[in-house]
């Protein structure tokens, strides 16, 4: 729509998680260095928490494109890769059917205890033969204590030095207070990550790289509509991202080359970002005397 306007091959601001649109923080980095560290090094577990729209997805995101695909083609992958985005199943017999079926294990079992043990061997064979198991889990604060009592049993699989299976939580915050409930899965984490909001720099150069991979020079944001979108998003990659785009909508079609404040405010209204007004008042009126 506004792509030609302003110079661009492709809409920069999308909210799909595009890993060629990720901007990597300081944090980030931080948080996927975690991640990783415990992958290649068979730890066993990371749980990485953060605020909706702080940029969990796109890390999920950016380990699939690091190890769910050979290095080079035509090679076999080192790594047996498997993600599940939105754990909301009602049981742990459900959800340990959909994760084997992740990892191309579709025989049927009638329990539980026939699924686990099928699981153990998978595991433990492919390690043998040198591979890495990984297990991602997107928006994990919905897991239930079945489920994390499920993942506790993975983490049993091992040798006398290894993890069998690697597994990386992402999750908002509410999984925190879950695991503090759930001392035998806690204690078994090897490493914990934490993403906040970006810093208004970070909010900027996420705005220029992103604008940048879609064909533009220049981003069009004036220096007061760039402290506008940092304060109405609170430094959350998804909050930018949408501002942004709505943002160059209205200019697009107001045959604006230069995005001043006054639109993201409105944006920001029109995406309920702004606080609302307080009430007023109730007006307090003398008492009449009694006659």
């Known amino acids: 729509m506004y792509e030609t306007y302003f110079d661009l091959k492709e809409r920069p601001f999308s909210i799909n998680p595009d890993p060629r649109f990720m901007f990597l923080t300081a944090q980030h980095q931080e948080a996927l260095a975690k991640c990783q560290s415990v992958i290649e090094n068979k730890m066993g577990a990371s749980a990485i928490h953060g605020d909706i729209g702080s940029g969990k997805t796109s890390l999920a995101r950016r380990l699939m494109e690091i190890y769910a695909f050979p290095q080079n083609p035509g090679e076999e992958s080192k790594y047996n890769f498997a993600l599940i985005v939105h754990p909301i199943y009602p049981s742990a017999f459900q959800l340990l059917k959909e994760i084997l079926r992740e990892f191309g294990l579709v025989q049927p079992r009638r329990s539980l205890a026939d699924y686990l043990d099928d699981f153990q061997k998978f595991l433990q064979v ?6 890495t198991n990984i297990l991602v889990i997107d928006e994990a604060q919905n897991l239930k204590p079945v489920h994390l009592e499920l993942i506790r049993q993975f983490l049993n699989f091992e040798s006398s030095t290894e993890k069998f299976l690697q597994i990386v939580l992402f ?3 509410e999984l925190a207070l879950k695991l503090d409930q759930t001392p035998a899965l806690k204690d078994r984490i090897s490493m914990f990550g934490a993403l906040t909001s970006l810093t208004r720099k970070d909010t900027e150069n996420l705005i220029e790289f992103r604008f940048q991979v879609a064909g533009g020079k220049s981003h069009p944001f004036s220096e007061e509509a760039l402290e506008a979108i940092f304060k109405h998003s609170q430094g959350l990659p998804r909050r930018i991202c949408k501002i942004c785009d709505n943002a160059l909508i209205r200019a697009y079609s107001a ?10 405010e409105t944006v920001a209204e029109e995406l309920r970002l702004k606080e609302p007004s307080p009430p007023p008042k109730p007006r307090v009126g003398r008492k009449k005397k009694d006659a």
Do not use: A, C, V
């Open 255 to 264: 045959e604006l080359k230069t995005i001043e404040p006054e639109i993201i």
């Open 171 to 173: 999750d908002q915050n």
């Open 126 to 131: 492919q390690h043998d033969r040198g591979k």
